[in-house]
């Protein structure tokens, strides 16, 4: 009570209390510790995805722009954040919640990552982490390993060596993809005779003492935007991270990637680094890794693989051979915050070679020096925390056989998921699932045989009108709170690379069972009889009326 009154005055002796642990845990704040707790808990156990309430009814809750006068009572501040915040967030962890890529989290992470809080140790340096610092080095071996399997003592000699690392963690897949592209342009662009590397000259100065027009990166159409993001900070440019076409099956086609380097090479422009993607976003495909690891080798490229997603396959030996090709890759993205299901955020990336990183490698007289094994010398973020801490007890109590296990089930599931899709006559299944993503649409079956005898133009308006219908469905189901999945645009080749809207599924959560799919699936069909989509249900039956009337003067 007495720590609790003197929080609210804005005194020193209360600035000295709130940072003094507190003796007891029966305290105010243990009180308060536990009040959250059940809170969290309760939330934790709702098996729903969302209260319904307009963003703009929350926004009113956060519109004030001063920063407050006085101190407030810790517990009146924790009630606001329970009653505001917390009641109005979203449930990514509902079994019901299979549209997006943050997963539920098993739940020995939250009073583990309390360690991760009450030590705030800063990864940037040993002198601020200490025992943090191997157990990241370790982590990093571990993956290293997951992917290219090499022996005991290369890993003795390599993790814990001073001046080398075998990658870097950072906040997630974005900066981890950044960092392997960076390595690449700095290992492609190196010092030379009368050059001192592209770190310090830059691009201009890079193509032109190297002699070429320009420098691209070359990634299929499914790549994520953080790849944009990269050939924009490293001053390749957007315009230069070239979309090689895929097949119908959205993996890179080898072929248009060898047309694409052929074309570019005899323009002068340097190939800095192929692309491949193990589980794209939208789609869950994975590219065919082995050949294009053939032709980046062929163009003299580096090859990185966006494992963001898919890298935890791996684990499963049933399934690992989807990957195949991936150990030849230069350097390897793997979201931790994915499908190891660690707390939000957490990416790394793994090099083949450990020489790799030392192009980007920086120092400072003050905090990273030369030969020491600080671990901000070749990450791109400086201050970071300790989440290694994370990934290694999910790694430790999971284990290799219970991600495997969560691996299998998930693409098991997603299967069983497409084949229900498959059985009901008013939905289409888009994209098969590869991993455990999928797509489809709502398209009722009158509609479905129009569109596969309808003309060119036929086919366009029912496209436009399945559009309207599949993104209303998908934005009442999301306001209806009791599931959720997401929706993206695609161009499928049996649609003439029209664009399609669908439902992306991505089952990542063990409690996502069959029946709350179709529940899913129910639901979706009772939105889409809504009396909102009448106007565009007529118009598509006049549509296909008009093919049936066609098709039966042409028999
Ligand atoms: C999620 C994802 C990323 C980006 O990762 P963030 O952790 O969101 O920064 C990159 N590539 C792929 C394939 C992804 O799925």
Known sequence: MHTEKKLASASLESLYRIFTVPEAPESTLGRIDRNISRN???????????????LEEIEEDFSDPHIPERPAFVSSHADFLLEKLVSQSVHTASPSFVGHMTTALPYFMLPLSKIMIALNQNLVKTETSKAFTPLERQVVGMLH???YQRDSDFYANWMHDSNHALGALGSGGTIANLTALWAARNNRFPADKGFEGVSREGMYGAL?????????????????????????????????LILVDTDDKNRMDPEALRRTCLRLRSRGICILSVVGIAGTTETGSVDPLDELAGL?????????????WGGPTMFSRKYRSLMKGVQQADSVTIDAHKQLYVPLGVGMVLFKDPTMLNSIEHHAQYVIRKGSKDLGSSTLEGSRPGMAMLVYSGLKIIGRQGYELLINRGIELTA????MIRERDCFELITEPELNILTYRYVPSVVREALEYGDL?????????????TQYIQKAQRAQGRAFVSRTRLNPEIYNGEDVIVFRVVLANPLTTKEILKDILDEQETIADDVETLEVRNGLTKICETCFVERKSVL
């Open 40 to 54: 969290l808990t309760a939330f934790l156990q709702e098996h729903i995805v969302a209260v319904e309430k307009d």
């Open 145 to 147: 390993q997951l992917i």
């Open 208 to 240: 032109h003492h190297y002699g070429f027009e320009g420098a691209a990166i070359l990634a299929s159409r499914r790549g994520h935007y953080s790849l944009g993001k990269a050939s924009d900070v490293l001053g390749i440019g957007r315009n230069q």
């Open 296 to 308: 980046a080798q062929e163009f003299g490229s580096h090859f990185h693989v966006d494992a963001a």
């Open 416 to 419: 069983a998921f497409a084949d």
């Open 457 to 469: 133009e036929s086919v366009e308006a029912l496209n436009k009108g399945l559009n309207r219908i």
